[in-house]
């Protein structure tokens, strides 16, 4: 059954460091996608990164690099360089394409503090 | 510009009433989502679209339902068989070409009942 786990409620970061967000998901189906999103306090989806279950190199976006590990079925998020305006809620999202029909579901959120 | 429009933004009903969240969007896409979020909480499937004409139930799919009569649209209605229906809707839509797309949201709906 298609599942994504986020074990981290809660992070904590300083300013400037890198931190790495969880994320492990459940699929027999081979091809998928695992996406991140940010949600600020405003509660917009902010699109962060994606990864492709054949896609061979790990994706990255600026400051953001998804850790795929696929025969571990994780999909970590690493932030470098971490700013105050980091600070938010993070999604790991998977969608299951063939047997799936499209079906996209969302784990349950890490939510992250910046320090100064 | 193009995008997903949610509407209205804060609802409240009264239990016992039946409501209906608006999601149009003009991004030309097949798939269509509904998500519910309870605050400070992960995002649940409610129902999704891969085509018009066509939906299938989420996890949490009970006390909702939905149509999708044309691509740009798909209403939710918030039945009275929800019982704690209070919480963030948010609609959401992609391609279906490649697995690779983005999920665009919609600002999402607040609804309260009173």
């Known amino acids: 059954a298609q599942k994504i786990t986020q074990t981290q409620p809660g992070m904590f970061v300083q300013e400037k460091e890198a931190v790495t967000l969880d994320c492990t998901y459940d699929?027999?189906?081979?091809?998928?996608?695992l996406f991140w999103y940010k949600q600020p306090s405003s509660g917009e989806m902010i699109f962060l990164i994606y990864?492709?279950?054949?896609?061979?190199q790990n994706a990255t976006e600026g400051r953001y690099s998804l850790n795929f590990q696929k025969a571990r079925k994780s999909a970590n998020l690493v932030i470098s360089a971490s700013q105050l305006g980091d600070s938010a809620m993070y999604f790991c999202a998977m969608r299951e394409v063939n047997t799936g029909g499209f079906k996209t579901i969302f784990g349950a959120g890490t939510r992250l503090f910046v320090k100064a | 510009d193009g995008g997903i429009t949610q509407s209205p933004k804060y609802l409240f009903r009264k239990e016992g009433q039946n409501v209906t969240l608006s999601c149009e969007q003009n991004?030309?896409?097949?798939?269509m989502y509904w998500y519910r979020q309870d605050p400070g909480q992960g995002l649940r499937l409610i129902y999704y679209s891969q085509i018009v004409n066509d939906f299938q139930k989420g996890d949490i799919a009970e006390g909702y339902s939905v149509s999708r009569e044309k691509k740009e649209s798909f209403p939710l209605t918030v039945t009275s068989a929800q019982k704690n229906p209070t919480a963030f809707y948010l609609c959401?839509?992609?391609?279906?070409?490649?697995?690779?797309?983005?999920?665009?949201f919609g600002e999402g709906s607040w609804l309260t009942v009173v």
């Open positions: 959401a839509s992609s391609t279906t070409a490649t697995s690779g797309n983005t999920i665009y």
């Open positions: 990864q492709g279950s054949y896609d061979q």
């Open positions: 699929t027999s189906d081979p091809s998928y996608g």
């Open positions: 991004l030309n896409h097949d798939a």
